[in-house]
T-cell receptor, first 115, second 114 residues
Framework: DGGITQSPKYLFRKEGQNVTLSCEQNLNHDAMYWYRQDPGQGLRLIYYSQIVNDFQKGDIAEGYSVSREKKESFPLTVTSAQKNPTAFYLC??????????????FGPGTRLLVL | AQKVTQAQTEISVVEKEDVTLDCVYETRDTTYYLFWYKQPPSGELVFLIRRNSFDEQNEISGRYSWNFQKSTSSFNFTITASQVVDSAVYFCALWYNQGGKLIFGQGTELSVKP
């Protein structure tokens, strides 16, 4: 089945530790996105990538890093510089060149907790 | 500035009641898209509908209907004869041409009780 997978479902981070969240899609989508969701709030854009080997900062990129070496994969690293990383992280993707580039489809999310 | 406002933080209804979720947006772009997503307790956002700024036609899909009014910058969502399975957080979102990204509202948590 085509879709977006995120792993792990739950992730625990110790102080000063970098952790990486995985996002993979087999939808052949060009663009991928990372969002952060805090309790009772909407989604905020962290980073996005329209094409392989290129990505742009979103609204809250500080303390995060990404890479886009393959079309299918867009991992997010939460670095030790992110002082308040506890949140729910959602990955999304869109198809380009189809007339529906604006419609984002989401993965199941990763919940990150700080020990 | 681009903004999406969902003034209703929480709504609680009894099964079979109709319920309307409000969404008001702000944008200066003439080309934009509006969306509704459902987030059940599992967490994944499920796409419900996409509407472009040039199409004010209302839409009905089963028990769901959407009312888009440019004059009031609103894109409201109505669930008819609500069911317990409709319990979720619902997000309204705006994509505008100049920004090329989605702006989300704060979400409305709908609780449907049996």
């Amino acid at each position: 089945d085509g879709g977006i997978t995120q792993s792990p479902k739950y992730l625990f981070r110790k102080e000063g530790q970098n952790v990486t969240l995985s996002c993979e899609q087999n939808l052949n989508h060009d663009a991928m996105y990372w969002y952060r969701q805090d309790p009772g709030q909407g989604l905020r854009l962290i980073y996005y990538s329209q094409i392989v080997n290129d990505f742009q900062k979103g609204d809250i990129a500080e303390g995060y890093s990404v890479s886009r070496e393959k079309k299918e994969s867009f991992p997010l690293t939460v670095t030790s510089a992110q002082k308040n990383p506890t949140a729910f992280y959602l990955c999304a993707s869109t198809a380009t060149g189809t007339g529906y580039e604006e419609t984002q489809y989401f993965g199941p999310g990763t919940r990150l907790l700080v020990l | 500035a681009q903004k999406v406002t969902q003034a209703q933080t929480e709504i609680s209804v009894v099964e079979k009641e109709d319920v309307t979720l409000d969404c008001v947006y702000e944008t200066r772009d003439t080309t934009y898209y509006l969306f509704w997503y459902k987030q059940p307790p599992s967490g994944e956002l499920v796409f419900l509908i996409r509407r472009n700024s040039f199409d004010e036609q209302n839409e009905i899909s089963g028990r769901y209907s959407w009312n888009f009014q440019k004059s009031t910058s609103s894109f409201n969502f109505t669930i008819t004869a609500s069911q317990v399975v409709d319990s979720a957080v619902y997000f309204c979102a705006l994509w505008y041409n100049q920004g090329g990204k989605l702006i989300f509202g704060q979400g409305t948590e709908l609780s449907v009780k049996p």
